[in-house]
């Protein structure tokens, strides 16, 4: 598939458009299943190379297929390279204030975030996985949130989490060194704060899925997966035969019902409620 019959897929409306702040940008999509709750909260983080030219509009209908599990999903957007303000450090900022401002969403829909999961596909495979590792970030760190909204467990679709990696290769245009202002050995502290195959290993369950014809996006994946799993980590990694890029994202693809397996799989572990 490519990224223009991606940006084709239907795109349901969400039951609702929320704003956790003032600027364009900084909205989320709150979709809803059936009946009284309260839901369990999938965070889903649109991919696109960190830059403005992508929106998030491709994954409704993976949000869609999502909600329809018995999960309420809260798609964010976030400022971008590109956008008035993109880049670091407002990238990271936005997107750890659309995730905590679900405690205000649960005042006013019946959401469970005591359990809250962070779906991320690409460049939002590294924001999701970012997300969860947050506490881990000292209080002198530019990104640093007292108490944030926590992870219980990542789904992470050819996720871009080694920022090294693609800063080196100038991937998508460079798109890392511009996310960060700089490349990994102008920018250390910066890298080491927010690249997830460079961090501190998470102990929560995670679980990735990579395209075996993806090669851009799954030698990144990859290189999480592999220091993750020597660390110990709660870690498994489906590779899917002739899948590419973006069918992990479409629901309408083949690669859809073991997206699927492994996201129930998923809550199973986080949740004593499955969808």
């Known amino acids: 598939m490519s990224a223009r ?56 209908a993976f949000a869609e297929a999502v909600t329809d599990l018995g999960l309420a999903t809260w798609t964010i957007g976030y400022r971008r390279v590109g956008d008035p303000g993109g880049g670091w450090p407002n990238t990271f900022l936005d997107a750890g204030s659309a995730v905590d401002f679900l405690a205000e969403l649960a005042s006013s ?12 596909h690409s460049a939002g495979g590294q924001l999701a996985l ?36 693609l800063s080196e290769r100038q991937i998508c245009d460079n798109a890392a060194t511009r996310l960060m202002q700089g490349t990994p050995s102008e920018r250390p502290r910066r890298y080491a704060e927010v690249s997830p195959a460079h961090r501190p290993p998470l102990d929560i369950p995670q679980a990735m899925v990579n395209g075996e014809l993806d090669e851009t996006w799954s030698a990144p994946a990859e290189s999480y997966f592999e220091a993750a799993l020597a660390a110990g980590a709660p870690i498994e990694l489906q590779v899917m035969p002739d899948a590419g890029h973006f069918e992990l994202v479409a629901p309408e693809s083949p690669d859809w019902q073991v997206v699927r397996t492994m996201l ?9 409620a499955s969808p």
């Open 5 to 60: 019959e991606a940006f084709e897929l239907p795109q349901p409306e969400p039951d609702a458009v929320i704003r956790y702040g003032e600027l364009a940008r900084q909205f989320g999509e709150l979709r809803l299943p059936e009946g009284e709750g309260p839901f369990g909260v999938a965070v889903i983080v649109h991919g696109g190379c960190w830059i403005s030219d992508y929106d998030h509009g491709y994954m409704a």
């Open 264 to 272: 129930v799989e998923l809550v199973d572990r986080i949740s004593p």
């Open 130 to 165: 970012w997300l969860a590792g947050r506490v881990q970030l000292a209080e002198s760190s530019p990104l640093f949130a007292q108490d944030p909204q926590p992870i219980a467990g990542v789904l992470a679709l050819a996720a871009a989490a080694d920022l090294e990696y």
């Open 109 to 120: 829909y019946p959401l469970d975030i005591e359990h809250v999961l962070a779906i991320g």
